[in-house]
Every structure is written in structure tokens, then in C-alpha cells.
């Protein structure tokens, strides 16, 4: 069942590069392979990330000069599409051209563009992004690993100067890498910068390790097989001083340290926030992932048949029930809204990423924020709902040949990695407690508590979709809620807004209290609010996505059903939330269940076109790899209704 | 850090088989392997299966005069404690003496008792349990499998009568089952009885399928790699008539069907209640996976440490993080509370399985609901908790290596298999909707829709732990709930007691309107409430755990620290519920805004105690088999004492 508008409406700005990779990635090549063992795995995603096309590509994100189309928005869609193929690809692919490349492209200077990124484009040269080490994941600002400089020499000294300050978990490090950009401190002249990037060769020509690196193995993991994560130490390893990225600190052969950015911690930042664009990969492929997930069961909802009813001549299909419908669909509306979600987050990021002239360090921060935000919720949302999904097809979904557990073990790491979303939500928090004004992409754990609490601003709510249809709508709505429509798209809005608001307000006034009282510990003014604040963070991500969503539907009138997608997910979160509402009386008891009267009512009416709403992800069949569905057309249904004639009872 | 009134208090009424497995299952022997493959794991449970030790033991549910112990609480108790160890393990084991034995045993009859008990306790004839087609998992009273009774021959003509109707996901079918208990619809005189079961050899001496029986593999899945899982097809197979398992329907040579219980549907799920034992023990197993991961997380977040803080030497440890103590504590409450549940629950297994004369029908019900329901309850915590834990330790909790992969992976088909949890919630429902009259253990869709509706009973709220005790604390809650304070536990009772009544009552209500409308389709009656009629059965769960968690305070009032997680669960259960307490105004606004202070106050209380909390559980270190937390003691402590001094940045 072909809906183009729907399908249009969620391919998004990008469709030509979705459109592009359905057909390129066509064929049985690239499609994963349940039940495979770790060094098939391996094998087989080394083998074919040589074999990508690369026009549309993540590589398309490279400048142009160096064989690159400059098109970030389209590297971070060809991204999207290789995740809803195989996860370990993506990551793969992610780890060579997204960290790696990326970080070459962003951190160093021509000399190290014109040396490498031809060879890294190609795959010629596979690399690692060695930031993480195993006692500091989300602290990266205090990393242990040290780089220092030494004139005689005119060469860098890299250390490992314990276990937990290895690198862990790094990609393409296990098995494939030559290269990796090593984060560590830079210390001159007997003073520390803060941690900066270096290129260090980490495997000679035949595979092994280069003198004073050691490189172990992460071995089994939870899912993403064909990633060969591991671990570096380095042994007071030689680095010539020319590998120093130097794009935002420059070491000369004195010693001497200069950059543009003064500030150590504000300079990190910024570094960190030009490679904002693998937190916008993570968080799109977990949709992607979402959506291989929600066609299966939908599918599957469709054509399984469970238990009679009277006057029935068949077995009810599972997509009947409304305790089906009541997770799958109400899932299914949430991820049409994160996807609209993401595509204007694609978009910001490429206009910022595109963009001549100086950098415009506000929208930097909030594209920083809202990349955050969104991983979060993308990825979270990818979790649960692909565990859903998992359930609804019962012991089917446990065996690997229904794909079900490989989506849900390859996308699992999503919500820890890129950045912890609980520490992502705090930045989110923190960028709207501050207005961005020092939010820097800090993951810090509040450090400066009192500082940032004097700092708080005053709630200005800042719209980011269609700014003047969505102030129109919310405008349009009546001062008394009773009197509203609970479809009506402005009082969804201003629900939206209004929590966050409140919400907000609460944080700074509980900030200011605490602050004001000077307890002993500093740590205590933020932890005793963590919850709040978090809850800050999430209300705002909610509303980012609800406005994506309806300024969706307005540009695409003629859709009835996306106008109807967006009620069930404006209402179906604000009855996820009501205890909120009623708590803070912005839904009376009355009208709370008449929101839940209304969602059971939305779906309803929506159940019949199950099958093309979940077909307007436009997921290939064959990337789906799912046995359960590949059984001849119409097969089951045949031999059910046969076979209830066949069976009925004779007593 | 020890507290024995705690670990008393947790282990229950069956602590010397805890206390006996932890001491004869100890060293490595026994331990999970992470990492391992399909063939690997596969081969190590085989071999480890007949390796256990008896006393305690799972086979301690036989009868004493084949070598059991006439103890099915224990044997449940056992089975738990393999589940920590290696849920493979648990699951073969469970195949092999608990499903298989457990048939043979309820369902036969002397002449198969005596033939075959002794080789199913010894492991020398291993089985499976052949129940679940393709086709039908949920709905098993209409299995498609036949079995015809032919006077002539004296044999019954076994038959797969379509691919669907193969049975499918059978525990040792792929690779160790001789014999399988298969399930089939009875034929005999022209005429269908309802399902029964016979002993059907389906591999020979040399382990080859038997003449007529067709062996499927399902194949790699997303855990349990150590159960062999196949799929069963019989193409006309003559089973001799004694392998029938006749005990409650008998075939004369004749073929005359005979049987105590004259209704063919009570009588199947007559014998599906005396399998009940499974469903329980999948429950228990399910918290004791979750105790491992709460192990885990819990110890692993007292000694990591990330971001400094203003004014303080150290950086933070994670369990000093509320955000942290809201995911880990708040679940270690519910996961306390589940095992006074489970406790409860096995004890009344016990006295129904080991009483004397006729079955007490209505006990049995009840028995059935309530296993039904805990098991809902638990494999959803397990599910949802497991998840958090591997959140928690961030990468390191993708990595095999420390275990959390695996405990996710192997407990993930719990939520459906044993019935599917949605499924079993409704047949909570059923049984609180008619007063176990018409229940049977009915997983039926609502089929008789108006029946039932008609048959709902006046709500009768029966207690099941400490009814005196209860009823007394319930009693002594003033009037007003303003003036009781938040910590009482008369009010938590009578909060989650008018929570049951109140949506109980409406589902009535809301059934009768319904079925006196007619509609069209019977299936909608039911179906327009099923979301109601679900979180009915959810509030009873829940009541009956709070009443279980009182009851042990009750027995342990030396012991402040289970008072206190008490209040904890209830209140954080009432938290989560807020929305439905506010909507029917058992709450105020400011209530319950009290009450999330509440929570936090009763988590910063908790908080130095979580060693310990934790600790009570007892798991040993070796069975968490979990490399993060094998680092030599204090290790990590010092280096990061050390490192921050020596790493204070010099800017």
C-alpha cells in the first residue's frame, strides 16, 4: 500500500539521497546477517565498507577540493539510510568517515587535509577517533592521557599513564586501523591547554602495533559485531610535532602555545562542537533502526491471527487489539514526529556547517543543544520501541532470522555512547537555563553551581520550526481550555509550551533558592534539583518536536492522515504527562480522560491504514531480512481460513 | 558489606536451598560464559545439566518414591538460583524436569511414571515440551496438531496437518531431546476432545529423528544461546495408545473416550493448571537475573567516579548522582517488594500442590492468576530494569564482559514466552471480573464477551498476605487524607486498594454498558476497554505486592531499613501513578507534589545504605561474572585519588 505523499512528507529535504540509497544498496550485498559470530562479523563489514557506493555517501560530507560533495546534510541522510541496512556498517562507516575523517577535516590544517583525507575517503587509510578512555566516558574535558611537547626533540610525548586512562571502546581499533586522532592534554613549556587532538600512527604496514602503542581487543559485545572496538596505550610514544591538529592551537617548534580561543575550556568546546555531527548520525539511525523495527511488527500485526470471537468467521488480527494498537501505533506517531525532528536538526546542521563567514556562536549552541536533545530522545525512543516490537511478535521475535534481536542489540549502545543522554539532557538543561550564553557542548556536572545559578536567565522560549504558523495557532486558541477542541493543534502547542515554561521557571526559582542558601556542599545546590532540571530538558526536547511536527503537517495539507498522526502524538504525550497537568491544573480531571476517550478514538480511526502509514518509511523488503515476512503472499491467511473450517469443533 | 536480618528477610521461606546453592554451586564450574558461541554454549550446558547437584535441586518437585522430594516450593527456589547463575542453565534445566518431567508427572499416570521418571530425573532420557505451534503460541486450546485414535491398530495417527501448525521455539528439540510430551487435538469415534498430550519418541538410540518426525533448528537468537530450540513437524506418526497421558481423559482399546471432567475446555485448562509451576518459575528467575544487574550497577556506581565539583577533592561517585538513585534505588525497592511477592506466591504453590484430598478449585484459580500476574510483573521489571543497569555502567555495560549483555539477552523472551505477559494480564483481569467462576486459566480473547460481562461479579477485594494485619493498618487511616502523614502505610495500602476498586468497579460498569448496547461485533465490547481492563489487572499486581512487602516489614520490625525501602516502593508506585490519583482526586495537587519530595527525601536517607541494600541480595562475586568489578579492591579508588592531585590543571 503506496502513500507518496506520506512518504515524501518523511523522506524530507533529503529524499534524493534516501531515494538514491534504496536503489544503490539494492540487492542482498549489504544486508545483514543474523546470527553471524563475532569475526564473520567483522569480516564481512570490513570487507564491504570498500565496497559503499560513495554518490550519495557519508563521504559526501568532505570538502570538495578533496573529492567530497561539502553536502553535510546529505552525508548525515546517507548515514541514516546505511543504518536501517546494517547498524555495524553505519558505525563502521561512522567511526572511518564521520569521527575519524571528520575530526582530520575539523581540528587540522590544510597540511594534514592534503596529506590523508584522499586516502581516508577512500578507505585506503582506516582510522580511529581515540577520545573515550575507561575512567573518563563523559568527562572528556578531564581526560588522563598526556601529550607533551619537548623542543630538543621538536617531537610530542604521548602517555597512558595508567589502566583506566587507556582508550576504550574505540572503533576500527581492534582489527583495521592504521591511524587514530588521540585526544589527550597538551602540556608545554611546563603548562597544561587542555586536551587537543593528535594524528599517531597506530599499526605499521603489516598490521602491528607501532613501537610503544599497545592494542587490545573489547571482544563480544551486546550487538554491533561487525564494529572492531578496542583499547591503546601508549608508552611515552613519539608523535612529531607536525601531527598536532592544529586548526585551534598551534604548538611552535620553541614550544610555544598560541591559538584563537584564550580560554582552555572554552576553546575544548569549541573544538567538540564542531563534531556535532556524529551526535545527529547516532540520533537519526536509531530512528532508522525504529522504523526497520515497527514495519516488521506492523507488518506482522497485519497477517497474525490470534484467538476467536464470537460471530467472527476468523481469528482476530493482533493489529485489531487495542492493546496492539495502544503500543504500536501510539509508537509509531512518536516516530513520524522525531522524524520530522530530525530532518530540520539535519537541516540547521547543514546550514550552520555550510554557512560563510564567521561563526555564529549562538546558533552553534543551539544546534549543539538541540543535537543533544534529540539523540536522547531518538535513542531512547529506538530502545523501548523496538523491545515492543520485539514482544509483539512473541517467540518470533527472539530468533534471529526476524531481525528483532539485531536492532535491538545494535542500537542498544546508542543511549550510552556519543555522550550519555542523561549527561546530554543536563547540557540541554543548562543551555536553557543559561540561554547558551556558557553552555559551551559542557558536559560538565555543574561544576560552577553558584555561578551558573546567579547566571539563569530569564525564560525566553525560542521557537524553532515555523515560527509564525505555530505563534498563529497558539494565538487562535480560546482563554478557557474546556471550551477547546482536544484536537485543536494550538492548544497541543500551548500544553507543550506551557510545561516547559513552567517548568523552567521552577528550575531557575529552586536554583536561585539553593544558591542563595549556600549549603555546605556546592554539588548539593544542583543535585537536589537533577531530576527537576532533567525534567526541563526533556519538556523542551518535546515541544522542539511537537512544532516539527506540525509544521509538517502544514506543508503537506492534502495528507489527512499526517494531520491525524500529529493529534495522537500531541495527545498520546500529554496523556503520558498528565500527572504533570493535573498536578500543576492545566487539565482538569474531566478533560484528562476525555484525552484518553480521544486517543483510543484516534486510533480507531487511524488502525485501518496501519499498513500505509508504516509503509511510508519506504523500508525495502529485503533490508528488512525478516523471515517471518517472507513467507509467500497471502500464505497464512489462506491456510487460516481454510483451517478454521477445516477444525471447527465437532462438539 | 553484610546484613543478615535483610538477606534473611529477602532469602524467605525457602533460605537453605539459597543457602545450599550458593555454597555447592560455587567456584567457576558453573558460571556464565560471556561471549561464547551458539555451538560453544550449546555443548557447555549439555554437558553441565547432568552435573548438577540434586539436594536442593529442581528435580526436588518429584515424588518421593522416583527420587524427588515432594517439595515444589524448593524445586521452584532452585531453579531461581540457577537462574542467577546461568539462565541457560535455568532454562534447559527448567525443559528438562520442570516442563517435560512436570507433564509426565501431572499429566500421566503410574505406568508412565514408572517407565520413565527415574531416566527424566537422572537426565538419561531427556525430553521437551511440545505445546506452542507456529501458528498458535497464545491461543493453545486451538492447536492445529491431530492425534486419531485407530481401534484398529490400537494407535493413535500423529499429524502436522500444515507448516504453521509445526511445533516451534521447543526447548531441546534441536539438538538432546529422545522424547517429547506433544500436544494435540484428540480424535476419537468420529469426534474432537480438546487438546491432550502422549510421550512421543521423536530421536533414536543414535540420534537420529524417528520415522515420521521431521527436526527444525530455530536457529541463532538474541539469547539462551544454550537451549537448543527446534521445531517439531509429524507426518502421520502412530503413537501406541498407552502413550497417551491419560490422567484426565482416557481411550478404551475400543476407542471410547472417557474422562473425570465431562466439558472439553474445562478440562484442558484443568491440565494446563497443574503446569502453573513453570509460569512461577520463570517469574522468580526473571528477579534473580534482576538482582545480578542491580549487583552490578549498584556496586560499579560506588566506585566510578566522573566530574569534579567545586570544593570537593574527589570526583563524584555515580550512586551520589539523584538522577542515578531515581533509576537504581527506586527499581531495587520494586525488586524487593517483587520478592516477598514471589516468596508469598511459591508458598501458596506449595500448599496447593502438596495438599491432601480434593482440589480446592477456587484456590487453585487464584493460584493461577496470581502466577500469572507476578509473572507479568516481574519479567516487565526485569525487562525495564536490566536495561537501566546496562545504561548505568555506560560502555562497559555493552561489553560481555561484564555480564549485562548477557542477562539482558537471556531474559528478554520472558516477557512472553510462558504466556505472553499482555495476554496473562488479561486473564488477571478475568478472574478479578468474574471471581475465578469462569476463569479456568483461560487465555481466551474475550470470547464469550456478553457472557462474561453478564457474569461480572459485585467487587470482592480479597487480601492475600497478612489479611489481619492489613485490614488493621487500613483501618487505623484517619479520615482525611491531608492529615495522614506521607510515610503511613495504612494509607499506601488503601491508596493502591482504591486504585484496584475504583478502575475494577468501571470496568464493570463500562462492560455491562456495552454488552446491554449490542453492537454489532461482539470483540468490541471487550476490545473498547481492553487498555481499562489491562490496568485493572496491573493495580491488583500491584496491591498484592505492596501487601507482601507489609507483611514481611511486618515479620522483620528490627530491621528500619525495609520499613524504609517499604515506604519506597509504595510511594514511587503512587508517584508513577499520579496522574490516575489526581484524575479521580485521591490526590491533591499539593499532595502530590509532597510526594516526589517525599521520595527524594526517602533516596538521600537510602542512599549510604545502598552497599548494603544490594548486599542483602547475597548473589556471590563470582557468579555476577562481571570483569569491571573483578579489579583488585580499592584500585580504582586510589588511582583517582592520586590522579587528581597530580593532574589539577596548572592554568
Redesign the interface.
Known sequence: MSNFALRDALDGRWAHVRQAAREQLAGSHFVAV??E??EQSRERISRLIRELPTDPGIAAGFPIAYGGKADPGGSVVAAEMLAQLDLSLMVKAGVQWGLFGGAVVALGTAKHHDAYLRDIISADLMGCFAM?E??????VQ?L?TTCAYDPRTQTFDLHT??E?ARK??IGNAARDGRMAVVFA?LITG?????VHAWLVPIRDEDGNPMPGVTIGD??????LLGVDNGRLSFDHVRVPREMLLDRYGQVAPDGTYSSPIEN?TRRFFTMLGTLVRGRVVVGGSASAATKSALTIAIRYGEVRR???????ER??ALN????HQ?KLLTALAKTYALTFAQDELVGALHEVQTAEGPADEHRQRELESRAAGLKAAQTWHA?RTI?TC??AL????????NR??GL??DT??F???EG???VLLQLVAKGLLTGYRDAFGSL???????FVAEQVREMVLERTAARSLIQRLVDAVPGRDEEVALTDRGWHLRMFEDREKHLLDGAIRRLRRGASRKPE???DIF??V??HV?EVASAHVDRVVLEAFVAAVDRFPEEPLLAKMCDLYALSEIEA???WY????RLT?AR??AV?AQV?ALLAQLRPHLPELVGAFAVPDEWLACAALREEPGR?EV??AH?DQ??A???
Chains 1, 2 share one sequence.
Do not use: C
Open positions: 543474523p546470527g559470530t563475532l573515550t575507561t575512567g573518563h566516558g563523559s568527562d578531564n588522563r599513564p595508567y583506566a576504550d571502546y592534554q611546563g603548562r597544561r591547554y587542555g573489547d571482544g563480544p559485545k551486546a550487538g582552555d490470534q484467538f476467536g470471537a464470537p460471530g467472527e481469528e482476530i485489531d487489539y487495542l492493546a495502544r530502545t523491545q520485539r514482544e512473541g517467540g518470533a521475535g527472539y530468533l534471529a532470522e528483532l534481536p535491538k542489540a542498544d549502545v543511549t550510552t555512547f550519555d543522554n542523561t560538565d556536572g555543574w561544576g560552577r553551581a553558584t556542599r556546592q554539588f543535585n537536589d537533577q531530576d532533567l504527562h498528565k500527572g493535573l498536578e500543576h491544573q480531571p484528562s480522560k484518553t483510543n497464512q491456510m487460516a483451517d477445516a477444525l469443533p465437532a462438539s
